[in-house]
């Protein structure tokens, strides 16, 4: 199910521990989800969520994107900086920043939208590993 290469899910695994973030794993070292890295840190409050599937390219296992999900009350607009590669990730289907996950029940997130019954979290698209560094950062409160 997952596209991404092992080769990026390293580099991504690696900034995330440069920030204080640590991905989530099962007795056996793997990933909790198929689709989803999990991260927890203890300077931010919210889980993080890296979609492994979403921008990410079939073929090669690179990446065009990331998207990135915390719970929506942690989402920080002020870290939104287009020229930096971390944009506001706006649903094609809802037109607003809301996206639904089944795999985001393991990161506490809400799930009380009438007829959906997946919880929801809001989302960054982040174009590079620099700009994950950024995001990260600016997640858990410090320097780049």
Not at 7 to 32: N, T
Not at 47 to 60: L, N
Not at 97 to 113: A, E, K, L, V
């Amino acid at each position: 199910m997952a596209n991404m290469s092992n080769e990026v899910r390293q580099r991504i695994l690696e900034v995330a521990k440069s920030k204080s973030f640590v991905a989530m794993v099962d007795h056996a070292g793997a990933d909790h989800y198929d689709k989803n890295l999990m991260f927890q840190s203890p300077y931010f409050k919210s889980a993080v969520f890296i979609d492994k599937v979403t921008g990410v390219s079939k073929s090669s296992g690179d990446f065009s994107y990331l998207k990135v999900a915390v719970r929506p009350e942690f989402f920080k607009v002020e870290l939104i900086n287009p020229a930096l590669g971390i944009e506001d990730y706006i649903s094609s289907q809802s037109k607003v920043n809301r996206h639904h996950s089944s795999n985001y029940r393991g990161g506490n997130f809400p799930n009380d939208i009438p007829g959906k019954n997946e919880p929801y979290g809001k989302c960054y698209k982040v174009r590079s590993l620099k700009a994950l560094t950024t995001l990260l950062a600016g997640l858990a409160g410090q320097p780049v």
